[in-house]
């Protein structure tokens, strides 16, 4: 599997954005979606995540309200909606996928997550 993210870049405070992730490969063992963040000299951190058709989602409180996901099955490709944009969401994004099935797993462990694109900049200024 092959993840491809793209639509980064710099906007403004209270601005919007959407990052895209399109996936390639043996994409229907695919088990679950997420996207991550990592701001310098900071460690990677989970922002939200899906089920395999993102019906349903898992979203970290510091963007809970402002950031959604979803899944374009004909493009196979994840969305990262990111609304009411804050300085603080500033930093390298990154889509993952994860293949292994498990009934009790972390959405937020990076080490769950078997297959990663290569992170798109976002910069929010105030």
């Known amino acids: 599997v092959q993840l491809q993210a793209s639509g980064g870049g710099l906007v403004q405070a209270g601005g919007s954005l959407r990052l895209s992730c399109v996936a390639s490969g043996r994409t229907f063992n695919i088990f679950a979606w997420g996207w991550f963040r990592q701001a310098p000299g900071k460690e990677r951190e989970f922002v939200i995540g899906?089920?395999?058709?993102?019906?349903?989602?898992t979203v970290e409180d510091s963007v809970k309200g402002r950031f959604t996901i979803s899944k374009d099955n004909a493009k196979n490709t994840v969305y990262l909606h990111m609304n009411s944009l804050i300085p603080e969401d500033s930093a390298v994004y990154y889509c993952a996928a994860k293949e292994q099935m498990k009934i009790i797993w972390n959405w937020r462990s990076a080490l769950e997550y078997e297959y990663w694109g290569q992170g798109t900049q976002v910069t929010v200024s105030s």
């Open positions: 899906c089920g395999w058709d993102c019906s349903s989602t």
